[in-house]
């Protein structure tokens, strides 16, 4: 019989069922079909028999597109199968295409040895996405933040706000589908509050026919 990762007697033991659970790899069901193993790294760790936690510094974990790091994560049983795991400090997440996250705490939740969903809070938390058109940066902020690894979405939650860099949306809950780059916004029901949409005007690009010539002339039509 294999050795069990919950006995007290087994300090040695318990550190590689970790660091094999850490690394199995992930059934297909979710997180959008990846298929590659969960990795930990950490710059130390300690474990509470009497608690069954474990707490490592100076954290990373990552799978496939998706990367948590932190100064510190905390977490209730040694296994990704089904767990929540707490990170503070620093907590910075990289997602699918170039979103991440910023924020000072985040509950990372895992399933089938799967990054499931990463909520973040922070004064604001904060994430960004490079845009796949002309380059703009997408960018929001708000009290909470819900990332979706399944559904590739990010939930910006109180004190909502985002903008495409160009416009801007902001309300109750602003929700950004990083995958199709669409926006929905909503008020809370049963509140009077409202979404609130600002339009920045479109400057031309320097050198087009729109651009006003340097000696003062209306620019030349083609």
Known sequence: MAPSCRSPKLWPTTLLCTLGIATAHAAPALS???EQPIHLDAASSEVDYRSNTVVFADVQISQCATRVQADRARATGLNFANSRWTFDGHVHI????????????????????????????????QFEQLRSDAQRMA???????????NEGTVRLV?????????????????????????????A???????????????APPSGSADTPRADGQP????
Not at 94 to 117: K, M, P
Not at 139 to 149: K, L
Not at 159 to 179: C, F, H, K, M, T
Not at 189 to 202: K, L, M, S
């Open 94 to 125: 990289t997602g699918e295409q170039q979103g991440s996250l910023q924020a000072d705490t985040a509950v990372v939740e895992f399933r089938d040895n799967h990054i499931l969903r990463a909520t973040v809070t922070g004064r604001p938390a």
């Open 32 to 34: 959008g079909g990846c």
């Open 188 to 202: 809370a029901p049963n509140t009077p509050g409202r979404i609130h949409i600002t339009i920045q005007p479109h």
């Open 158 to 186: 109180n004190d909502a706000w985002l903008s495409d860099g160009q416009s801007e949306i902001s309300g109750p809950l602003v929700v950004y589908n990083i995958r199709g780059q669409r926006v929905q916004a909503s």
């Open 139 to 149: 960018h929001g902020h708000a009290d909470e933040i819900t990332y979706d690894v």
């Open 219 to 222: 620019p030349q039509r083609p």
